[in-house]
């Protein structure tokens, strides 16, 4: 065959990150907007206008998403060495033993 340039999968793993940091602008745009709803639907129930209104889930605090920063950060370390061993094995051993990280995982 012929040969073809490497691409280093660190770059790969990064490109990966930053995407899923990317969805965070969305969750914050989404919970300040489901926290304007529910402010107007409890003035409402307030005024009497719409009684039968639920009053709105509890949001989550902010050292929630410190707590989760921390597996995901090192979920990226995974992803990285897992990138940079798929150097050294064929591709086959490296499904093999991503399939038994999830069953003993």
Not at 47 to 66: C, D, E, H, L
Request: aromatic content about 14%.
């Amino acid at each position: 065959g012929e040969v073809e340039k490497f691409e280093d999968p660190l770059f790969q793993s990064w490109i990966m990150f930053v995407a899923m940091t990317c969805a965070l602008p969305i969750h914050f745009v989404y919970e300040c907007y489901h926290h304007r709803v529910a402010s107007e639907e409890r003035q409402s129930l307030k005024k009497g206008i719409n009684p039968a209104v639920q009053s709105p889930p509890p949001r989550m605090p902010v050292w929630t998403y410190f707590i989760l920063a921390v597996p995901s950060c090192f979920d990226l370390g995974a992803t990285v060495l897992c990138m940079f061993g798929l150097l050294h094995i064929s591709a086959s051993v490296y499904q093999l033993l991503r399939g038994a990280c999830i069953v003993f995982v």
